[in-house]
Nanobody, 124 residues
Framework: QLQLVESGGGLAQTGGSLKLSCAAS????????MGWFRQAPGKERDSVAA????????YYADSVKGRFTISRDNAKNTMYLQMNTLKPEDTAVYFC?????????????????WGQGTQVTVSS
């Protein structure tokens, strides 16, 4: 069992930055592929970014490429999402998730464990 807790959400202005953290319980954090998803009001939950077990491989949705950076610190059992140049369309609840699939996946069906979500609001 893996428990995930997100933090770092809040209100930012257009062009601003926020850094999300996802703290994981348990001693097997480095055995999971990790991902960030987001869900805006009235929309489906979408993949934002994902990172391999070692951190050596990453995936980004086209909408956030060049603006967001995913990283992880396996010694601290923590994953991060640095969000720069924020836009109003980035407003959503952001979720972290853990996957036991062999490869990075954009599909939420590949992820076994989920955090409770943290709200990010970007004002125009």
């Amino acid at each position: 069992q893996l428990q995930l807790v997100e933090s770092g959400g809040g209100l930012a202005q257009t062009g601003g930055s926020l850094k999300l953290s996802c703290a994981a319980s348990g001693r097997t954090f480095n055995s999971y592929i990790m991902g960030w998803f987001r869900q805006a009001p009235g929309k489906e939950r979408d993949s934002v970014a994902a990172i391999s077990r070692s951190g050596g491989a990453t995936y980004y949705a086209d909408s956030v490429k060049g603006r967001f950076t995913i990283s992880r610190d396996n010694a601290k059992n923590t994953m991060y999402l640095q969000m720069n140049t924020l836009k109003p369309e980035d407003t959503a609840v952001y979720f972290c998730a853990a996957s036991q699939f062999p490869l990075i996946s954009r599909s939420e069906n590949a992820y076994n464990y989920w955090g409770q979500g943290t709200q990010v609001t970007v004002s125009s």
